[in-house]
T-cell receptor
Framework: GAVVSQHPSRVICKSGTSVKIECRSL??????MFWYRQFPKQSLMLMAT?????????EQGVEKDKFLINHASLTLSTLTVTSAHPEDSSFYIC????????????FGAGTRLSVL | AQSVTQLGSHVSVSEGALVLLRCNYS??????LFWYVQYPNQGLQLLLK??????LVKGINGFEAEFKKSETSFHLTKPSAHMSDAAEYFC????????????FGKGTLLTVNP
């Protein structure tokens, strides 16, 4: 199957700093990528749809100024958590699907963000 | 609008026993259905998918699922559980739109007892 790489796998930062998470499709081009947030022992909550070359589409209740998404190329989307606070601590996961792949999403390994 | 309901947040079986994880969906259009598995602190791995072809879908690691339109169900089964099957399982639905947006169920934690 297709491979989606996410980096870093874990990050610890101080409150007030910004953190960037990268999501790359390694063997296919992805015009659309997705960013999810997962709280402990809960399901994945879709945060936003990242569209190559255009603005991301955010789900209701997600602060777009807080969670900046950039999809500058067909293989890379980034999520920047700006001015992070402890309540932003969570597991963030990205996904992408190859065009014509039958709606299958391939997921990155996730990023564990801990804000002190 | 789509939704997924996974019955049972936690299922416990003995090694070698049948695994049955339940999933019911709601969709206004013919759905695409998926089962994903998540091991601790990892991303999701696709187990199998239903995309309007055969109603009985076989996936990896001996898992299979049957699409039943009349029951709006897509239950996941495995004849004989293995210790390595212990993980969180998520059922998901897509409307087949061009953006591949998935809606997930709340997940079922499977534990396998020796």
């Amino acid at each position: 199957g297709a491979v989606v790489s996410q980096h870093p796998s874990r990050v610890i930062c101080k409150s007030g700093t910004s953190v960037k998470i990268e999501c790359r499709s390694l063997d296919f081009q992805a015009t659309t990528m997705f960013w999810y947030r997962q709280f402990p022992k809960q399901s994945l909550m879709l945060m936003a749809t990242s569209n190559e070359g255009s603005k991301a589409t955010y789900e209701q209740g997600v602060e777009k100024d807080k969670f900046l998404i950039n999809h500058a190329s067909l293989t890379l989307s980034t999520l920047t958590v700006t001015s992070a606070h402890p309540e932003d601590s969570s597991f963030y996961i990205c996904s992408a699907g190859p065009p014509g792949g039958g709606n299958i999403q391939y997921f990155g390994a996730g990023t564990r963000l801990s804000v002190l | 609008a789509q939704s997924v309901t996974q019955l049972g947040s936690h299922v416990s079986v003995s090694e070698g026993a049948l695994v049955l994880l339940r999933c019911n969906y709601s969709s206004s259009v013919p759905p695409y259905l998926f089962w994903y598995v998540q091991y601790p602190n990892q991303g999701l791995q696709l187990l199998l998918k239903y995309t309007s072809a055969a109603t009985l879908v076989k996936g990896i690691n001996g898992f299979e699922a049957e699409f039943k339109k009349s029951e709006t169900s897509f239950h996941l089964t495995k004849p004989s559980a293995h210790m390595s099957d212990a993980a969180e399982y998520f059922c998901a639905v897509s409307d087949g739109g061009s953006n591949y947006k998935l809606t997930f169920g709340k997940g079922t934690l499977l534990t396998v007892n020796p």
